[in-house]
């Protein structure tokens, strides 16, 4: 309900109680918004307060006005401050989602020289591997390969299903830092485009991030893949 005599302008209200319906799945994906007309009899204000608020949330692109045809709902934008560490989970929780994931592998490998590389370790040594997928109320989002120091055995046997791997580290480190990070589109390979449920040629974002501890010593390198139209990095 409105409240009528609030200092927030009506159109701010009912854009917030449209926004409220994407964001909690009450209005989905590709459905089509009720008419301008039906929208002032269910909010009881003007047709130009209306057109305010489906115009900005169109601007911010939670809507889509189609000539002719009405007005769609889009898929909402996650957004996600680049510079600052975050963990997937709690990108999601700071935009009202709910972040899941399945462990597909873990356990002790030796990887190719570019990551024992970057976790600063001779050739041929021992690592740990973790690979995840990520999903975001249940749907698959992106596929997360992680690998650290085999000093992080003990999260081998950690539960990391639904739960965020960042949380388990602090525990342990004290602090997260991150590193050098690179942004870069990519195609996703035959296993990626199964588990995310995309076409080949569907393009992506690629994450490669080198992640450090509050001491400056190498935590583990993370390479994710998916993210897709629903991510919005910005920059500060």
């Known amino acids: 309900m409105l409240e009528y005599n609030s200092v927030i302008p009506l159109f701010e209200q ?25 929208l002032t009899a269910q909010y009881g204000v003007s047709v130009i307060t209306v057109r305010r608020a489906v115009s900005e949330l169109s601007d911010e692109g939670l809507l889509e006005m189609k000539q002719g045809k009405g007005t769609y709902v889009r898929s909402p934008k996650i957004s996600r401050e680049f510079q600052k560490i975050m963990s997937f989970t709690e990108v999601c929780k700071a935009n009202g989602l709910t972040a899941g994931s399945k462990v597909l592998k873990r356990g002790i490998v030796v990887p190719n020289k570019e990551i024992l590389s970057r976790l600063q370790l001779p050739p041929k040594s021992q690592v740990v591997e973790i690979i995840r997928l990520r999903t975001i109320e249940g749907k698959p989002c ?49 296993e990626e485009a199964r588990l995310l449920e995309v076409e080949l040629k569907t393009p992506l974002l690629r994450m490669v991030g080198d992640i450090y501890d509050i001491n400056n010593n190498i935590l583990h390198v993370c390479t994710q893949v998916g993210f897709g139209e629903k991510f919005r990095f910005y920059i500060n």
């Open 14 to 38: 009912v854009k917030e109680a449209i926004r409220a319906d994407i964001m909690t799945g009450k209005l989905k994906e590709k459905e089509k918004l009720p008419s301008w007309i039906n």
């Open 142 to 190: 992106v596929v997360e390969r992680n690998h650290f120091p085999i000093e992080y055995e003990y999260l081998l046997t950690v539960y990391l299903e639904d739960q965020s791997l960042y949380e388990c580290l602090r525990e342990r480190v004290g602090g997260v830092v991150r590193g050098r990070t690179y942004l870069e589109i990519c195609w996703p390979n035959a």
